[in-house]
């Protein structure tokens, strides 16, 4: 009943306290009513008896030779948590999909047990750190999603550049030896997604990708070089990662060819030049990263007129100017920060200094006014999150007063009503 007067008015608080007037009494005299069960979530079909197992024989010794127990049927919906997924062949069915989580140290593949699974189409290795083998050629064949996190300890790009059949390809958190990422690419001609993330990946974007990527993820690696047109030319990309490496340049203006883009991320790299205007053409953006680079010139005003945007970081630049942006579209954003740009400046008479936006207001010529020395705090601590939290913690502020004032109210007259009901509860008890 308290939740209510946090967001709302008061007159909609006045009718929940009407509709509590009157039901009331029907809740104190009903209590005893039973409560109706809740709902159970939808009943899964009787699973048929898994007496023994329907997986081929060759397999479910593979199986356990990989430490995977088999005392359940593998095939069986729940046996582990997904971890097994089978066809419906007959007499025996094979399996399409496999995860191996958590290996034990102990654990080897082995290119006989490989062999038997090439019937394989998924295989997810996560906290595995087996030693990698050569794959057996049905199984590099028959692959078409490979994850890799945290597992196989280390890979070469020689050894993952056989899997050629993949449209969905992910190794994070592995050292990934190779000397650039074409190495690893270059007969991949099916790609869909591509992650190759904290692997230490040394080397340049490559100058050729096959046109089927809608996802690229290489973010903390050590690619060095500019944004090749190889990446601008991918038309139905939806998310580019290319932050934390070490590329540098000025972005193509030809970025605004990439009209399917969701999310772009630059950030933590040593890219210069303007924010490029084309990007005023990527109308679907929902996260902008930018932060920590040099770029520099003054935030392009078309980005207060992206309405998908919802993350929004320019912070650690050396951009400049009057920033462009009014109160609803900041609030409207959940994560902004331009903090850490030291000649960027904002419009006293357009936001509020309330906003925290880690950078000073502006004099009458629209440069950096002398930073109030409270304001400078935050304006030099550079601190990412600080200033995304300010903007949301400020948001609270701002309704917090009203919403005392409607919190009071309601108290007061819930006190009210008690001793209404009260009065006719005793009233009832005394008639009786
Ligand atoms: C198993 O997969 C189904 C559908 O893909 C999913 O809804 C469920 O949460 C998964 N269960 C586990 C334990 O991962
Ligand atoms: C693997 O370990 C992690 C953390 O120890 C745990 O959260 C996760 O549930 C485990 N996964 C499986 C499939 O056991
Ligand atoms: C990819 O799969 C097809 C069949 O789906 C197969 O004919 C081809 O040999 C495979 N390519 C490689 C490189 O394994
Ligand atoms: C990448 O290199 C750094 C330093 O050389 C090292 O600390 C880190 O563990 C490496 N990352 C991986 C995934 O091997
Ligand atoms: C990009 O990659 C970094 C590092 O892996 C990650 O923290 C960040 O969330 C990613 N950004 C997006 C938008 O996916
Ligand atoms: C990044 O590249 C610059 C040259 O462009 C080089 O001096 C620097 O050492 C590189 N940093 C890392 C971490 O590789
Ligand atoms: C912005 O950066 C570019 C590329 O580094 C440089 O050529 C240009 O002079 C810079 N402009 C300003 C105003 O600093
Ligand atoms: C600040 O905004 C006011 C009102 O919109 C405008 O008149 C003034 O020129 C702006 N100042 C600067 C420095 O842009
Ligand atoms: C900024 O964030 C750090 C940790 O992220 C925290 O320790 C610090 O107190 C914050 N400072 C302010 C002013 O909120």
């Not at 654990?107 to 047990?113: E, G, H, I, M, W």
């Not at 929902?286 to 309405?307: A, E, R, V, Y």
Request: aromatic share 6%; net charge positive.
């Amino acid at each position: 009943m308290m939740r209510a007067p946090s967001e709302s008015a008061p007159p909609p608080t006045l009718a929940v306290l009407f509709i509590f007037i009157f039901l009331f009494p029907t809740i104190a005299t009903c209590q005893s009513k039973p409560q109706p069960p809740t709902p159970s979530p939808t009943s899964s079909p009787p699973s048929s008896p898994s007496s023994s197992s329907t997986l081929d024989p060759k397999q479910l010794r593979a199986l356990q030779s990989l430490n995977i127990p088999t005392s359940k049927d593998p095939c069986s919906k729940s046996a582990f948590h997904n971890a097994t997924t089978c066809d419906n062949s007959k007499p025996f069915r094979h399996l399409i999909s496999l995860t191996l989580s958590n290996c034990s140290s102990y654990v080897a593949l082995s290119f006989t047990a490989l062999q038997s699974l090439s019937t394989l189409q998924t295989l997810n290795l996560l906290n595995c750190p087996v030693t990698p083998i050569r794959f057996p050629p049905e199984l590099t064949s028959s692959l078409r999603t490979f994850t890799c996190i945290n597992s196989l300890r280390k890979v070469s790009g020689v050894w993952l550049s056989q899997l050629q059949n993949l449209t969905d390809l992910a190794v994070t958190n592995v050292q990934v030896k190779a000397s650039g990422p074409y190495v690893i690419l270059a007969h991949m001609d099916k790609l869909k997604t591509l992650t190759i993330s904290n692997a230490n990946l040394t080397g340049f974007l490559p100058g050729h990708l096959h046109s089927d990527l809608t996802h690229i993820d290489f973010s903390g690696n050590k690619l060095k070089g500019t944004i090749p047109s190889s990446i601008t030319m991918l038309s139905g990309l939806e998310s580019l990662n290319l932050s934390n490496n070490n590329l540098s340049g000025e972005v193509p203006a030809t970025i605004g060819d990439l009209t399917s883009l969701t999310t772009l991320s630059l950030a933590s790299n040593s890219f210069s030049g303007q924010i490029p205007g084309s990007i005023s053409s990527v109308s679907g953006l929902i996260h902008l990263d930018l932060s920590s680079n040099q770029f520099n010139g003054t935030i392009p005003k078309f980005i207060s007129q992206m309405k998908s945007l919802r993350h929004l970081n320019l912070a650690n630049n050396n951009l400049r100017g009057v920033l462009p942006f009014n109160q609803n579209f900041i609030k409207n954003l959940d994560v902004f920060n331009v903090g850490g740009n030291s000649n960027l400046c904002y419009n006293h008479s357009v936001l509020s200094s309330n906003l925290k936006l880690g950078i000073s207001p502006c004099d009458k010529y629209g440069m950096p006014a002398s930073p109030p020395s409270k304001d400078s705090s935050y304006a030099d601590d550079s601190s990412d999150y600080n200033d995304s939290d300010g903007s949301s913690n400020q948001k609270k502020g701002h309704h917090s007063g009203p919403n005392k004032f409607v919190l009071g109210v309601a108290i007061a007259l819930s006190s009210i009503v008690f001793l209404i009901v009260f009065m006719i509860m005793c009233a009832k008890c005394c008639c009786r």
